[in-house]
């Protein structure tokens, strides 16, 4: 099984609509985070979380808001999607001073 | 504003043929400087971390090396199993963020 899990793994739904997107790991980290993924933009961060308590808005996070439910899940809403969301979304967790560990991605599609 | 440029977008390389990726970056004090490997449909996967400058770390046919304003990802004798995209990213001092430039992408011709 994967370390850090992402649910759905693709998307399709119109203009308007509320969607979440789900991650959850087994690695035991503290921290998680979300990027999307544009071509010829790379990662960017959308939110992180250093705990349950602790939730921080990234560089992109208009239009986006975040649940951390326990240790490990982090779930991204779009509240009215937008075709400009359309995007891969990754889900990351980490710990301490190690690297980032990615799950495998949503791709998410707004007509 | 912490800048990753990587370059070139795009590579093509017979099997066999040593090629190298470059990282530029500013940042105000670097806590570390990460390369990623990611395969379509997947996320990335890790590889290197590097701290200072001079640093240079190793893994199979991949050498990573560091300077103060840039790093080199360089793939010796690269076989199709290494065609993927090549990503870069760096932390600043006193922050746990990472900022990622937009990738290389390689493809090995065998």
């Known amino acids: 099984d994967a370390d850090v899990t992402q649910t759905p793994r693709n998307r399709i739904t119109k203009t308007g609509k509320r969607i979440m997107l789900e991650c959850s790991q087994t690695k035991g980290h503290d921290r998680m985070y979300w990027y999307r993924q544009d071509p010829g933009l790379g990662l960017r961060l959308i939110y992180y979380s250093f705990d349950v308590k602790d939730i921080n808005k990234g560089e992109i996070s208009d239009g986006y808001s975040v649940s951390r439910q326990a240790q490990a899940k982090f779930s991204l809403s779009l509240e009215s999607a937008i075709p400009n969301q359309t995007a891969l979304y990754f889900c990351?967790?980490?710990?301490?001073?190690?690297?980032?560990?990615f799950g495998d991605g949503t791709r998410l599609s707004i007509l | 504003e912490d800048q990753v440029t990587q370059s070139p977008e795009a590579l093509r390389l017979q099997e066999g043929e040593s090629s190298s990726l470059n990282c530029s970056y500013t940042?105000?004090?670097?806590?570390?400087l990460f390369w990623y490997r990611q395969d379509p449909g997947k996320g990335p996967e890790f590889l290197f971390t590097?701290?200072?400058a001079g640093e240079e770390k190793e893994k199979e046919r991949l050498k990573a090396t560091l300077t103060k304003k840039e790093s080199f990802l360089h793939i010796t004798a690269p076989k199709p199993e290494d065609s993927a995209t090549y990503l870069c990213?760096?932390?600043?001092?006193?922050?746990?963020?990472?900022?990622f430039g937009a990738g290389t992408t390689v493809t090995v011709r065998a």
């Open positions: 590097l701290y200072s």
């Open positions: 940042v105000s004090g670097l806590r570390g």
């Open positions: 990213a760096v932390q600043a001092s006193g922050d746990y963020k990472l900022s």
């Open positions: 990351a967790t980490s710990t301490g001073g190690q690297p980032q560990h």
